[in-house]
């Protein structure tokens, strides 16, 4: 897919759903549960953790499951978990951010992702607990998020880890704190081999095509962005600073390769585009992958949807051949 699709007037037209991805939006709908934003937040985060695995592959099993803390800055202990297909070797790593718009998601939602990529790339996982809103408002998701990164780079050994061979990754809001990190580890001169942003989040307003033309959904829609960056922000300046939105960015030139996995039917995948773009634009190496027919979180929607299975293939192999070249 390229431009061509964003260019489209609004209300036009939209891309159909794959026969399966249709199957499981109507079953969804039928289900009749709330939207998270009819709920209080911390409603919220219960029902997403509580259907979070629903349409998930089998839990893999892995030769080591390590939980542990990370310091953030202001003392508070960042709860993470390494996933590792070896118990004893010392393995490159992915630190992974979960998705949930800053507000929902936490290291379970996201364990059978993180077990799944683990053992089809060979390498670790590092799955973070940043903390959320709205308990904690911006920047603290990129607070955490960066913390965490850095740790990683300077402390990892500790853990296993071949701090020499990283990349950061995540998906949705994740993805957006996965691209702040690249940013900062360029400004760092800490070594990064690959960000991988799933369907991220880089604009500070969501005003583009496909967002006018998923206002209503599936799954994301416009009232959901409302409600999540409503919990997030602490004032309408918090958009125009790049950490909310890696486009606004000055540069970036230098930030490590990247892998962007795209949903075509999803409000973000205008903003994933553009970002991509940016990334080209400076000379970035950009791998574009952009899934016909399926909507944001597919990515989690292995036991339903075949293109969950292909990104997650796409994804393990992006990172296996970053982290061992």
């Excluded at 991805?21 to 998270?36: D, I, N, Q, W």
């Excluded at 089998?58 to 996933?83: C, E």
């Excluded at 939602?109 to 959320?132: F, P």
């Excluded at 991509?276 to 979180?297: C, F, P, Q, S, T």
Aim: proline share 7%; with cysteine; charged share 20%.
């Amino acid at each position: 897919m390229n431009k061509t699709l964003a260019a489209v007037a609004p209300g036009t037209w939209q891309p159909p759903l794959t026969a399966k991805m249709a199957g499981v939006v109507e079953r969804m709908a039928r289900a009749g549960h709330p939207s998270l934003d009819q709920l209080t937040p911390e409603e919220a985060k219960a029902s997403y953790e509580k259907g979070a695995g629903v349409l998930e592959v089998p839990k893999p099993a892995l030769a080591r499951v390590d939980d542990f803390t990370i310091p953030a800055r202001d003392g508070f202990a960042i709860p993470a978990r390494l996933y590792a297909p070896s118990a004893t070797a010392v393995l490159p790593a992915l630190m992974y951010f979960h998705g949930g718009g800053f507000t929902v998601g936490n290291i379970r939602t996201h364990d059978t992702l993180c077990r799944v990529l683990s053992l089809k790339s060979g390498c670790a996982v590092v799955s973070v607990d940043y903390r959320l809103a709205p308990a904690f408002k911006f920047p603290t998701a990129s607070n955490d998020a960066w913390d965490a990164f850095a740790f990683l780079a300077h402390e990892g050994g500790r853990v296993g880890v071949d701090v020499e061979r990283l990349a950061v990754g995540g998906d949705s809001a994740g993805g957006t704190l996965a691209a702040v990190c690249a940013i900062l580890a360029r400004d760092a001169g800490l070594p990064l081999a690959l960000q991988m942003l799933i369907y991220p989040g880089t604009a500070a307003h969501q005003d583009t095509a496909s967002h006018q033309r998923y206002a209503r959904g599936p799954l994301l829609t416009e009232a959901l962005i409302d409600y999540f960056f409503g919990q997030y922000v602490r004032t309408p300046a918090d958009r125009d600073d790049w950490r909310f939105a890696p486009l606004l960015a000055e540069d970036v030139d230098g930030v490590a390769p990247a892998w962007i996995g795209l949903a075509e039917c999803d409000p973000v995948v205008d903003e994933g585009i553009a970002y991509a773009d940016k990334l080209r634009a400076a000379g970035v190496a950009v791998d574009l992958e952009i899934y016909r027919g399926v909507i944001h979180e597919f990515l989690k929607m292995g036991r339903a949807i075949p293109e969950a299975l292909q990104a997650q293939d796409d994804a393990a192999r992006a990172l296996k051949e970053a982290l061992n070249p």
